[in-house]
């Protein structure tokens, strides 16, 4: 008995040897990629499954293997709850050792995960969640902030709407801090465009019913009453304001954080003309059409941005663990830093010493149910909001790591 | 403040104050006539809005008819029905062998069963809510009162769930179905002696109350998102309601459950931060000076 296992701990160490030899540039001779997400919480639709399956097409579409070894894929349910969160990013790395850590939508789960795994040198690639903090004032060495932020969702959206003629503001915001640094982001693009905010009302998170609040915004007498929340709370927001006729009395309805999924839960009889930033739309150009097509194929709807995302960003790391011949942390970074990222969802984006992912943005104008030819028929792209004008140049970032 | 606004507010208080009324009630009648805390009521609430989403957008085409739907009108009784049954099968093979023992067990089991039901919708719907279709075109208007704009299915709501809520209360506390509900909880034995099956009266009344859940999900899935944590939310807010009112007294759920909706929402106009702790204020204050609440009898002494 004795004799067989010690030979079993030789073969197994001359086996850990050899592998070890074969791919001596990666870590534990393979590349392993974890999507950490919400699997059943608020934002399933918006990230959850999708984005496994969008991180899964990208290695697929990578060749299943990167310098001669194969890529895995493992993904788990976050809760929404930073705790879950890091105590399963805790065992991926330790345990398990993940490379690279994608997803992690919710701010307060995306700063935890990014802190702990920055600690441990393992590089974090934020696709879900929306602070800015993530690449300002908590950035970090190894973490990316790659589709959205809470200060490129405003900037696109105000502006285009002040231009407009949409002078006079009132906010409803979800009071908290979320809500707080929208509606600040917001209103201060607003007056620096010599527009004017006639008030503000905060509603608690999570309040299923508005219309109190949209009374108050509708009698307050603005152009635009826009709302400063996400999920849920605009979903309600914008449904009520439609069966009190805010919108088809003449105000203009503007949601800070829209997702395709609220647009396909509203349904277009109600979100028409609402308008909204967004990093993705499908139906944008022909490389985001058939790459949206085949993964509607596998996941039965249309990408989100933050979906669509998951994949741009998997295959840029396995291009940079590429080009860098192996998978240590340091150098994929430094190799991240230099590439010039392109494909359907980004054009010549860069991601910055601060881990910001500057790329362009879009204007979106829910259609009407007349102009819409098709179940996913959902928007139309106004316009292009540059990646310089979208994000905090990094000349103005407040990241600690940039003051050396 | 102009009164125009407080009109209109008013109005928004009652739009929500009537769905507080409409599950207090059905609370109020479980608690007052089988002793037993509901805590699954939430979930039921919840149930009866997926009853009329389901019926409207899903079952068709699980059944191979796509276009096939459960209109409105017909979920306003379907859903009510179904889950009132679904409710029975509980209380005969659940809540009945808990009868015997404290409140407490009740309480556990029915919260366990709140938590089952809505990790079972998370399962399979979107929790951020899906929007019912069905909601009937002549209902979808809005009306001008003079003072403000307001849809016309709130309106709608609103007048329902009044007169369901009267209805009840005539038919509990007025009539002779109703003395003999409150004599058997009273003294069970009696009221079988006089030929009465008391165990089948105890499962139809907590039906019930349990279907008034339901109604009031179906009316409020045109309203509200359709979510799985629907009830949860708005659960806690009811029993808030309900010990104000004094457990148990049905007139005092139904009263105190439009009051307190019209409180809610002056708040909401007046200083909105406190919009969602009014109620446990006033609950505490209900408590300090009337313990068994505004309506309730005092049966501690």
Not at chain 1, 110 to 139: F, M, P, R, Y
Not at chain 1, 187 to 211: H, M, Q, R, Y
Not at chain 2, 18 to 28: E, K, N, W
């Amino acid at each position: 008995m004795k004799k067989t296992l010690l030979t079993a701990v030789c073969a197994a160490s001359v086996l850990a040897f050899s592998s070890a030899n074969a791919a001596q540039d990666l870590s534990n001779g393979d590349v392993k990629i974890g999507v950490l997400t919400d699997m059943s919480g608020v934002y399933k639709a918006l990230e959850g499954p999708g984005a496994v399956t969008a991180a899964r097409m990208a290695i697929d579409d990578f060749g299943g293997s990167v310098l001669g070894k194969k890529i895995e894929l493992i993904s788990a349910d976050h809760q929404e709850k930073p705790d879950v969160a890091s105590s399963i990013a805790r065992k991926w790395i330790d345990q398990e050792h993940v490379d690279m850590l994608v997803g992690m939508d919710n701010s307060a789960v995306g700063l935890a995960v990014q802190g702990l795994a920055s600690a441990k040198h393992t590089i974090t690639i934020n696709t879900g969640a929306g602070s800015t903090a993530l690449t300002e004032d908590q950035c970090s060495k190894y973490g990316i902030h790659y589709v959205y932020d809470t200060h490129a969702l405003p900037v696109g959206t105000a502006t285009a709407i002040v231009k407009n003629g949409g002078k006079s503001w009132f906010f409803i915001t979800a009071d908290y801090a979320f809500g707080h640094s929208l509606r600040d982001n917001t209103s201060a693009i607003v007056k620096s465009l010599g527009g004017t905010v006639v008030g503000d009302v905060e509603a608690p998170l999570g309040t299923s019913d508005f219309s109190s609040y949209l009374l108050q915004a509708s009698s307050s007498g603005a152009d635009v009453i826009a709302l400063a929340n996400a999920g849920g709370d605009t979903v309600n927001a914008v449904k009520q304001a439609h069966s009190f006729g805010i919108v088809s009395r003449g105000q203009e309805l503007a949601g800070m954080l829209v997702f395709l999924t609220d647009v396909k839960a509203l349904g277009l009889k109600t979100a028409k003309g609402l308008e909204f930033t967004t990093a993705f739309y499908w139906d944008r150009d022909k490389a985001s059409r058939e790459w949206s097509k085949r993964f509607f194929k596998q996941h039965g709807a249309m990408p989100t941005m933050v979906q669509a995302g998951v994949y741009s960003a998997v295959t840029h790391y396995l291009q940079a663990v590429k080009a860098a011949g192996t998978d240590n942390s340091d150098a994929v970074r430094a190799q991240l830093g230099k590439m010039t990222l392109n494909d359907f969802f980004v054009h010549d984006g860069h991601i910055e010493a601060n881990g910001l992912m500057a790329h362009d943005m879009y204007l979106v104008k829910v259609k009407s149910p007349e102009q819409s030819h098709g179940d996913w028929d959902l928007l139309k792209v106004v316009s292009t909001i540059p990646a310089k004008k979208a994000y905090i140049p990094i000349s103005q970032s407040a990241c600690p790591l940039l003051k050396h | 403040m102009h009164l125009n606004v407080i009109l209109a507010q008013t109005m928004l208080g009652l739009s929500a104050g009537v769905f507080y009324a409409m599950l207090s009630l059905g609370l109020a009648i479980i608690f007052g006539l089988l002793n037993v805390i509901n805590f699954a009521h939430g979930a039921l609430y919840m149930l009866g809005a997926f009853v009329a989403l389901i019926g409207y957008s899903y079952i068709g085409p699980w059944l191979g008819y796509d276009d096939f739907h459960l209109g409105f009108w017909w979920a306003l009784i379907v859903a009510p029905v179904v889950v009132g049954c679904f409710g029975m099968l509980i209380e005969r093979f659940m809540l009945r062998r808990l009868y015997q023992f404290d409140h407490i067990y009740g309480l556990l089991l029915t919260f366990g069963i709140a938590l089952i039901l809505q990790g079972l919708m998370s399962r399979y719907f979107n929790v951020s809510g899906t929007a019912y279709g069905g909601q009937p075109d002549s209902l979808s208007g809005i009306v001008n009162l003079g003072f403000m704009y307001f849809p016309t299915y709130r309106l709608f709501a609103i007048v329902v769930s009044i007169i369901v809520c009267v209805v009840t209360w005539f038919v509990i506390e007025r009539t002779s179905l109703g003395a003999v509900l409150r004599a058997g909880v009273e003294n069970p034995r009696l009221v079988e002696a006089f030929g009465i099956n008391v165990p089948r009266l105890i499962t139809l009344t907590f039906g019930f109350g349990v279907g008034l859940a339901a109604l009031a999900g179906v009316l409020a899935a045109p309203i509200y998102s359709v979510s799985p944590l629907m009830g949860a939310n708005l659960i806690i807010t009811v029993f808030a309601v309900v010990v104000i009112g004094g457990m148990g007294s049905i007139g005092g759920a139904i009263v105190t459950g439009l009051a307190l909706g019209l409180v809610q929402g002056l708040t909401q106009a007046l200083y909105p931060p406190a919009s969602e702790t009014v109620i446990f204020f006033i609950m505490v204050i209900v408590l300090l000076i009337r313990p068994a609440g505004l309506f309730g009898k005092d049966t501690a002494s």
